[in-house]
Nanobody
Framework: HVQLVKSGGDLVQPGGSLRLSCVVS????????AGWFRQAPGQELEDIAC????????YYADSVNGRFTISRDNAKNTIYLQMNSLKPEDTAVYYCAARESSLRSTSYTQYTYWGQGTQVTVSS
């Protein structure tokens, strides 16, 4: 079971910040690479960030690089996405996902478990 928790509200003003947390039960993040994806209306699912298990190597899409940070706290079985300097174009449904591998992937087809998705709206 993957539960996505949002800290900071549903509606954020441009320039604001929001943190998403992805808590899992039934398995441990110790054995899974993690990814954050988003889907805006009328657009395809986009991988915006992902992280390896061991060396914690990360990937960021150009659209969020420098503004978003993915991190993991295996002791809390939680993956985080810190989103800063939010823009209206960041408005989308956000998903966390777990991949049965130590290595991250940018392909959503490589992920086995998915959170329920949470809406993030950036607007003034």
């Amino acid at each position: 079971h993957v539960q996505l928790v949002k800290s900071g509200g549903d509606l954020v003003q441009p320039g604001g910040s929001l943190r998403l947390s992805c808590v899992v039960s039934g398995f441990s993040w110790d054995y899974y690479a993690a990814g954050w994806f988003r889907q805006a209306p009328g657009q395809e699912l986009e991988d915006i960030a992902c992280i390896n298990i061991t060396d914690r190597s990360t990937y960021y899409a150009d659209s969020v690089n420098g503004r978003f940070t993915i991190s993991r706290d295996n002791a809390k079985n939680t993956i985080y996405l810190q989103m800063n300097s939010l823009k209206p174009e960041d408005t989308a449904v956000y998903y966390c996902a777990a991949r049965e591998s130590s290595l991250r992937s940018t392909s959503y087809t490589q992920y086995t478990y998915w959170g329920q998705g949470t809406q993030v709206t950036v607007s003034s």
